[in-house]
């Protein structure tokens, strides 16, 4: 079953950082009281000092005029190759902010916003999370492969994984 660990602000915003800046691209969900909800991926361009999320976002898009009426959000992280999850769920903010554009500007943002930074279409997107949740290995992916092959041949579980509330 593996071990939880729920986690304080200080290790918590070190584990949201470690899982979101590694994986970079997270799967965006809005319109949450739709089934289906609406998803998309987002590449993360930063997760900031008090833990909120930055994107890049066109402010003609669809996520904008949807978080514009409802700006509920839930971000799904997902690096199989190093068994490390993460959900956050949180509320989203547009937000058009020259010095905040600088400093996290990239040149792969200009693939969307051709004028680059003073494109009229770029937005930032702040997600402020109220839950996050991670899912991880406690001794990395070979010692947990291990485990798994051997209890699979001995009919034990035996799982290295850990899991847990993020408190930020």
Not at 44 to 66: M, P, R
Not at 146 to 168: P, S
Request: net charge negative; glycine share 6%; hydrophobic share 35%.
């Amino acid at each position: 079953m593996g071990e939880t660990k729920d986690l304080d602000h200080k290790e918590g915003l070190k584990k949201l950082k470690a899982i979101a800046e590694d994986t970079n691209t997270c799967m965006m969900c809005t319109n949450l009281e739709k089934i289906p909800f609406e998803t998309r991926p987002m590449a993360t361009q930063e997760v900031d000092e008090d833990g909120n999320i930055w994107f890049f976002s066109a402010l003609d898009s669809y996520k904008n005029k949807e978080i514009l009426a409802d700006n509920r959000v839930q971000l799904i992280y997902s690096q199989p190759s190093k068994t490390h999850y993460l959900t956050v769920y949180g509320h989203a903010k547009i937000i058009k902010d020259r010095e905040k554009t600088d400093e996290l500007w990239n040149i792969f943002a200009k693939t969307w916003f051709q004028e680059g930074k003073d494109d009229p279409k770029l937005t930032l997107l702040k997600i402020v999370p109220e839950r996050v949740h991670y899912w991880d290995t406690q001794h990395g992916k070979f010692v947990t492969l291990f485990k798994i092959a051997l209890g699979a041949i001995t009919g034990k579980t035996m799982d290295g994984g850990v899991q847990g509330d993020i408190r930020l």
